[in-house]
């Protein structure tokens, strides 16, 4: 009886911690959205930066948030099941 008490115990245990995780991933879709505004931000600090430190800076921002995106369109690609073999990112760079 103590064994069924604490097979049951654990049980709720784990079913209890997948509910948490669940609720804390974030999904691809979400985290595509997140990236394209961070895409958009980008652009907008590399079109009214003016210093060229701040152009560099918002350079590199632009290739990161680039690169993020199309890591994510990737990725959800790949999930969904579509041939991604050779392809390049939405904005041209490489893999």
Known sequence: MVFCSSLWTKAKQLLEFNRQQSETIISYEDLLEEAHQELLEARNLFTYARDPEMIDYAIFHLNAA????????????????????????EFGGSR
């Open 66 to 89: 680039e690169q993020r995106y199309d890591y994510l369109i990737r990725r959800i690609k790949s999930q969904r099941g579509y041939l991604i073999q050779g392809e390049k990112g």
